[in-house]
Protein backbone atom coordinates (compact mmCIF):
# COMPACT_ATOMS: atom_id res chain seq x y z
CA UNK A 1 0.00 0.00 0.00
CA UNK A 2 1.64 3.04 -1.24
CA UNK A 3 -0.77 5.67 -0.28
CA UNK A 4 -0.04 8.74 -2.45
CA UNK A 5 2.80 8.58 -4.90
CA UNK A 6 3.88 11.61 -7.45
CA UNK A 7 6.53 11.88 -10.22
CA UNK A 8 8.96 13.47 -11.14
CA UNK A 9 10.69 14.12 -7.78
CA UNK A 10 12.55 16.97 -9.24
CA UNK A 11 12.16 18.79 -12.26
CA UNK A 12 13.92 21.74 -13.92
CA UNK A 13 12.83 22.97 -16.83
CA UNK A 14 13.30 26.39 -18.83
CA UNK A 15 10.72 29.22 -19.45
CA UNK A 16 8.34 28.15 -22.27
CA UNK A 17 8.38 24.42 -21.63
CA UNK A 18 5.60 22.23 -20.66
CA UNK A 19 5.57 19.23 -18.54
CA UNK A 20 2.90 17.02 -16.67
CA UNK A 21 2.95 16.26 -13.29
CA UNK A 22 1.56 12.53 -12.38
CA UNK A 23 0.13 11.60 -9.22
CA UNK A 24 -2.04 8.14 -8.11
CA UNK A 25 -3.38 7.03 -5.41
CA UNK A 26 -4.22 3.60 -4.29
CA UNK A 27 -6.55 3.80 -1.05
CA UNK A 28 -9.61 4.30 -3.12
CA UNK A 29 -10.51 7.94 -1.97
CA UNK A 30 -12.89 9.89 -4.00
CA UNK A 31 -11.06 13.27 -4.05
CA UNK A 32 -8.00 14.42 -5.21
CA UNK A 33 -5.83 17.95 -4.57
CA UNK A 34 -2.78 19.38 -5.76
CA UNK A 35 -1.20 22.36 -3.99
CA UNK A 36 2.19 24.24 -4.24
CA UNK A 37 4.08 25.17 -1.47
CA UNK A 38 5.89 28.51 -1.43
CA UNK A 39 8.36 29.44 1.55
CA UNK A 40 6.52 31.51 3.84
CA UNK A 41 3.09 31.35 2.17
CA UNK A 42 2.46 27.63 3.58
CA UNK A 43 0.06 25.41 0.37
CA UNK A 44 -1.76 26.56 -1.82
CA UNK A 45 -4.67 24.69 -3.69
CA UNK A 46 -3.92 24.57 -7.08
CA UNK A 47 -7.14 22.70 -8.30
CA UNK A 48 -8.76 19.72 -6.65
CA UNK A 49 -11.05 16.86 -7.81
CA UNK A 50 -14.06 16.23 -5.17
CA UNK A 51 -14.80 12.92 -7.43
CA UNK A 52 -13.96 10.91 -10.57
CA UNK A 53 -14.84 13.76 -13.77
CA UNK A 54 -15.37 16.32 -12.02
CA UNK A 55 -11.98 19.29 -11.50
CA UNK A 56 -12.62 22.62 -10.24
CA UNK A 57 -9.95 25.51 -9.32
CA UNK A 58 -8.52 26.44 -6.33
CA UNK A 59 -6.71 29.59 -5.05
CA UNK A 60 -4.57 29.69 -7.56
CA UNK A 61 -5.29 28.31 -10.57
CA UNK A 62 -3.47 30.16 -13.04
CA UNK A 63 -0.75 28.87 -15.65
CA UNK A 64 -2.13 25.12 -15.15
CA UNK A 65 -4.42 22.70 -16.29
CA UNK A 66 -5.74 18.72 -14.55
CA UNK A 67 -7.04 15.82 -15.75
CA UNK A 68 -8.58 13.44 -13.27
CA UNK A 69 -7.87 10.43 -15.74
CA UNK A 70 -9.59 7.73 -13.37
CA UNK A 71 -10.01 7.25 -9.77
CA UNK A 72 -6.46 6.63 -9.00
CA UNK A 73 -4.72 9.40 -11.14
CA UNK A 74 -4.68 13.20 -11.30
CA UNK A 75 -1.97 14.76 -13.32
CA UNK A 76 -1.35 18.64 -13.30
CA UNK A 77 0.34 20.44 -16.53
CA UNK A 78 2.32 23.07 -17.49
CA UNK A 79 1.49 24.50 -20.48
CA UNK A 80 4.27 27.32 -20.72
CA UNK A 81 6.40 27.03 -17.48
CA UNK A 82 7.10 30.43 -15.90
CA UNK A 83 9.72 31.21 -13.23
CA UNK A 84 7.10 32.14 -11.03
CA UNK A 85 6.05 28.46 -10.84
CA UNK A 86 9.43 27.39 -9.40
CA UNK A 87 7.91 25.69 -6.38
CA UNK A 88 7.52 22.39 -4.43
CA UNK A 89 4.04 20.61 -5.62
CA UNK A 90 1.89 18.11 -3.43
CA UNK A 91 -0.42 15.60 -4.66
CA UNK A 92 -3.11 14.49 -2.24
CA UNK A 93 -6.21 12.65 -1.79
CA UNK A 94 -9.28 12.12 0.77
CA UNK A 95 -12.14 9.71 0.94
CA UNK A 96 -14.26 12.93 0.98
CA UNK A 97 -16.48 11.48 3.90
CA UNK A 98 -17.45 13.32 7.23
CA UNK A 99 -13.53 13.47 8.37
CA UNK A 100 -12.18 14.31 5.71
CA UNK A 101 -8.75 13.60 6.26
CA UNK A 102 -5.94 14.54 2.98
CA UNK A 103 -3.31 12.13 2.48
CA UNK A 104 -0.01 13.85 0.91
CA UNK A 105 2.28 12.19 -1.45
CA UNK A 106 6.06 13.08 -1.49
CA UNK A 107 6.60 15.97 -3.48
CA UNK A 108 7.90 17.39 -6.55
CA UNK A 109 11.02 19.84 -6.37
CA UNK A 110 10.29 22.18 -9.71
CA UNK A 111 12.93 24.73 -10.80
CA UNK A 112 11.78 26.79 -13.77
CA UNK A 113 14.90 28.78 -15.39
CA UNK B 1 -13.51 32.37 2.53
CA UNK B 2 -11.81 30.41 5.47
CA UNK B 3 -8.37 31.65 6.45
CA UNK B 4 -5.83 30.52 8.83
CA UNK B 5 -2.90 32.64 11.00
CA UNK B 6 -0.30 31.01 12.38
CA UNK B 7 1.42 33.54 14.51
CA UNK B 8 4.50 32.16 15.14
CA UNK B 9 6.81 31.95 12.07
CA UNK B 10 10.05 30.24 13.58
CA UNK B 11 10.45 28.79 17.37
CA UNK B 12 13.64 28.09 18.38
CA UNK B 13 13.76 25.87 21.88
CA UNK B 14 15.83 23.59 23.89
CA UNK B 15 15.19 19.89 24.04
CA UNK B 16 12.66 19.15 27.24
CA UNK B 17 11.30 22.79 27.20
CA UNK B 18 7.35 23.11 26.27
CA UNK B 19 5.95 23.92 23.29
CA UNK B 20 2.25 25.91 22.31
CA UNK B 21 2.03 26.78 18.90
CA UNK B 22 -0.70 29.35 18.05
CA UNK B 23 -3.25 29.01 15.11
CA UNK B 24 -6.26 30.88 14.89
CA UNK B 25 -8.97 30.30 11.85
CA UNK B 26 -11.47 32.83 10.16
CA UNK B 27 -14.75 31.03 9.12
CA UNK B 28 -18.72 31.76 10.06
CA UNK B 29 -19.70 27.57 10.46
CA UNK B 30 -18.46 24.59 11.84
CA UNK B 31 -15.02 23.37 10.97
CA UNK B 32 -13.09 20.26 10.90
CA UNK B 33 -9.33 21.43 12.31
CA UNK B 34 -5.91 19.91 11.32
CA UNK B 35 -2.17 20.23 12.15
CA UNK B 36 0.28 18.61 9.81
CA UNK B 37 3.93 18.14 10.04
CA UNK B 38 6.47 18.37 7.56
CA UNK B 39 10.00 16.65 8.77
CA UNK B 40 12.89 18.13 6.50
CA UNK B 41 12.80 16.73 3.19
CA UNK B 42 9.04 14.96 3.76
CA UNK B 43 6.27 15.16 3.16
CA UNK B 44 3.17 16.19 4.89
CA UNK B 45 2.18 13.93 7.62
CA UNK B 46 -0.95 14.39 10.06
CA UNK B 47 -0.44 14.90 13.43
CA UNK B 48 -3.74 15.46 14.74
CA UNK B 49 -7.39 16.86 13.93
CA UNK B 50 -10.85 17.91 15.19
CA UNK B 51 -14.09 16.96 13.91
CA UNK B 52 -16.80 17.23 17.05
CA UNK B 53 -16.50 16.28 20.62
CA UNK B 54 -14.13 16.69 22.70
CA UNK B 55 -12.15 20.27 21.98
CA UNK B 56 -8.86 18.62 23.62
CA UNK B 57 -7.50 16.42 20.73
CA UNK B 58 -4.47 13.85 21.62
CA UNK B 59 -2.40 13.06 18.48
CA UNK B 60 0.02 10.79 17.62
CA UNK B 61 4.09 11.56 19.12
CA UNK B 62 2.72 13.41 22.49
CA UNK B 63 0.69 16.20 20.70
CA UNK B 64 -2.30 17.68 21.36
CA UNK B 65 -4.31 20.69 20.88
CA UNK B 66 -7.20 22.28 22.00
CA UNK B 67 -10.03 23.90 20.11
CA UNK B 68 -11.73 26.81 21.76
CA UNK B 69 -14.73 27.92 19.57
CA UNK B 70 -15.34 31.45 21.15
CA UNK B 71 -11.09 32.29 19.91
CA UNK B 72 -11.84 30.80 16.62
CA UNK B 73 -8.31 28.93 18.00
CA UNK B 74 -6.83 25.30 17.85
CA UNK B 75 -3.02 25.71 19.25
CA UNK B 76 -0.85 22.87 19.50
CA UNK B 77 1.15 22.06 22.59
CA UNK B 78 3.27 19.36 23.61
CA UNK B 79 5.12 19.04 27.24
CA UNK B 80 8.42 18.26 26.38
CA UNK B 81 9.70 18.74 23.14
CA UNK B 82 12.57 16.45 21.38
CA UNK B 83 15.40 16.93 18.91
CA UNK B 84 13.36 14.66 16.33
CA UNK B 85 10.63 17.25 16.57
CA UNK B 86 12.17 19.89 14.63
CA UNK B 87 10.01 20.42 11.21
CA UNK B 88 7.64 23.00 10.01
CA UNK B 89 4.13 22.63 11.42
CA UNK B 90 0.78 23.81 9.22
CA UNK B 91 -2.42 24.38 10.87
CA UNK B 92 -5.13 23.78 8.90
CA UNK B 93 -8.68 24.22 8.41
CA UNK B 94 -11.71 23.08 6.70
CA UNK B 95 -15.22 24.83 6.80
CA UNK B 96 -17.99 22.39 6.61
CA UNK B 97 -20.24 23.09 3.59
CA UNK B 98 -16.94 25.02 2.22
CA UNK B 99 -16.58 21.22 -0.21
CA UNK B 100 -12.90 19.41 0.53
CA UNK B 101 -10.88 22.11 0.36
CA UNK B 102 -8.46 22.65 2.88
CA UNK B 103 -7.13 26.04 3.76
CA UNK B 104 -3.41 26.43 5.47
CA UNK B 105 -1.70 28.37 7.30
CA UNK B 106 1.47 29.68 6.45
CA UNK B 107 3.41 27.29 8.74
CA UNK B 108 5.68 27.99 11.57
CA UNK B 109 9.21 26.15 11.54
CA UNK B 110 10.47 24.74 14.94
CA UNK B 111 13.69 23.76 15.46
CA UNK B 112 14.73 22.21 19.03
CA UNK B 113 17.95 22.58 20.54
CA UNK B 114 20.10 19.52 21.96
Known amino acids: NAGVTQTPKFQVLKTGQSMTLQCAQD?????MYWYRQDPGMGLRLIYY???????DKGEVPNGYNVSRLNKREFSLRLESAAPSQTSVYFC????????????FGPGTRLTVL | AQSVSQHNHHVILSEAASLELGCNYS??????LFWYVQYPGQHLQLLLKYFSGDPLVKGIKGFEAEFIKSKFSFNLRKPSVQWSDTAEYFC????????????FGTGTQLKVEL
Open chain 1, 49 to 55: SASEGTT
Open chain 2, 27 to 32: YGGTVN
Open chain 1, 92 to 103: ASSDGGITDTQY
Open chain 2, 92 to 103: AVNGKGGGNKLT
Open chain 1, 27 to 31: MNHNS
